[in-house]
């Protein structure tokens, strides 16, 4: 195993903000990625009184090699959920919000009806506050996809998660051309959707391999890009090939923005949620 590098050290610190957090998604009943992802930001951004709401259950019909969620039975569908996730978003006083999902290839829909009725509750509880639902593939289901569209969200999300040559590998129930198709259908279909991805790196790519990846992006004209260092969540999960520098990752991020991108995020610890209302903001 690698010996994590300085940059990727970090001392919590206690915050008043995260109890409160804490507490009001376990009265509501809520789930975030940022508790299952075990995600390193989770103390920054709690104490900023953020999240990232998970729908659609905590088990997931998918097994990533470097996820943390659960790949289990997937749980029933709770009809109440958008409505708890949209007072959520209120009592936080949210302004732009990450609503994401297990995969749930067991739906016809993939959940996009789910997906739909949180967008619509949190814009009717919270008219001014801007949706980024970071989506699954749904399977490549157009009908699913338009469903969310429909639904008006501000942004778009779909990670393509690592270069084509290591799906296999580490996203063995995906496709990369088919997650690529998803972020060109969100263009063709509502150009007024913005259109966002992330990567990870330190799975073993090339750089040549990013440099393709971040082409074919602006192929399908994929707006904002985040780019953030892979942690394995456990010994049992993909392990980590390479501590990437901060030095590299600004690299990266000014190649990306040389391709184009509207917006992008590179550095260590981004994570396709961190920090998400920046890219909006840019644009204001
Ligand atoms: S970066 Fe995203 S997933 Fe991580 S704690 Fe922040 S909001 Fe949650």
Redesign the pocket.
């Known amino acids: 195993m690698l010996e994590k590098p300085e940059w990727l050290k970090r001392t919590y610190r206690e915050d008043p903000n995260l109890k409160y957090v804490r507490e009001m998604l376990s009265n509501l009943h809520l789930n975030?990625?940022?508790d299952e992802?075990m995600?390193p930001?989770?103390v920054?951004?709690f104490s900023k009184k953020?999240?990232?709401f998970m729908i659609l259950g905590v088990n997931c019909t998918r097994n990533c090699r470097f996820c943390n969620v659960t790949n289990s039975e997937p749980q029933k569908i709770d009809a109440d959920e958008p409505n708890r996730i949209a007072e959520a978003v209120s009592k936080l006083g949210l302004k732009y919000v990450?609503i994401t999902s297990v995969t749930r290839d067991d739906l016809p829909d993939g959940g996009a009806a789910h997906f739909a009725a949180t967008i619509r509750a949190i814009h009717a509880l919270t008219p001014n506050t801007a949706v980024e639902v970071l989506i699954p593939d749904l399977l490549g289901n157009q009908d699913a996809l338009k469903t969310v569209i429909d639904a008006r969200p501000e942004v778009i999300s779909h990670n393509i998660e690592t270069v084509k040559e290591l799906y296999d590998q580490v996203r063995p129930q995906a496709i990369y051309e088919r997650s690529l198709q998803v972020l060109k259908s969100i263009k063709e279909l509502a150009p007024d959707i913005r259109s966002k991805t992330g990567i990870m790196l330190g799975l073993g790519e090339t750089a040549e391999q990013v440099y393709k990846v971040l082409d074919d992006l602006r192929d399908v004209n994929c707006e904002f890009l985040t780019i953030g260092q892979y942690l394995a969540p456990s010994s049992a999960h993909y392990p980590v090939q390479e501590y990437v520098t901060p030095e590299e990752f600004d690299r990266y991020g000014e190649i990306a923005k040389e391709k184009g991108f509207a917006f992008v995020a590179s550095a260590p610890f981004v994570?396709s949620?961190?920090n998400a209302s920046e890219a909006l903001a840019a644009e204001a």
């Open positions: 975030t990625i940022c992802a995600c930001n989770f920054d951004c953020t999240a990232t990450v994570r949620s961190y």
